[in-house]
């Protein structure tokens, strides 16, 4: 029980890490696609006007940052409780490691189909979006925007599918050491 509770606590560990890096990298991803999005918005909504403006790629990749990392930690710890269910604490590290795996994979994914449908169908609604009034490329906007929400998704789906894969394992007979 020890070592499970140590692999519980590495699968969190690694799940935080992991969404870290994961909103550092994303929030790069959408500040190319629009800068207006954190300039107009996500700095604001994060507090960090002044210093945000000064180093505007750094302060994106820390908005990632902090927007992620508590979702790695949900993750890691819903992934590693599932891994309890498994027979052996090695078959526990490595279900749990490939439901990480797969969830980030999934939340990628899904993340790049939310640009798709962001630039080609949400942009071209005629909507009345509460936006910020003086934008000057609603379009990219709303695209770095559906980015984000479809990428949280991402998460959750990526999740649900991690703990399939988890119990699909659970179900697979141990091969016998002899």
């Not at 609604?125 to 949280?152: C, E, I, K, V």
Request: net charge positive.
């Amino acid at each position: 029980m020890a070592k499970k509770i140590g692999i519980l606590i590495l699968v969190i560990f690694l799940s935080i890490i992991l969404a870290s890096i994961y909103g550092f990298l994303h929030n790069q991803i959408s500040y190319s696609i629009s800068t207006e999005y954190f300039t107009k918005f996500k700095f604001l909504q994060f507090g960090g006007v002044k210093f945000s403006m000064d180093f505007p790629r750094y302060s994106a990749g820390l908005i990632g940052i902090a927007s992620t990392w508590w979702f790695g930690l949900l993750i890691g710890l819903i992934i590693g409780i599932v891994g309890f269910l498994q027979p052996t604490t090695k078959i526990m590290w490595k279900s749990s490691c490939g439901a990480i795996i797969r969830t980030l994979g999934i939340a990628i994914g899904i993340g790049i189909v939310g640009i798709l449908v962001g630039k080609f169908i949400i942009s071209n609604l005629n909507a009345n979006w509460n936006l910020p009034a003086d934008l000057t490329d609603r379009q990219s906007f709303l695209t770095a925007g559906t980015m984000h929400n479809f990428s949280y998704l991402g998460g959750v789906i990526g999740l649900i599918y991690g703990i399939i894969y988890q119990l699909k394992i659970r179900k697979k007979p141990v091969p016998n050491n002899v």
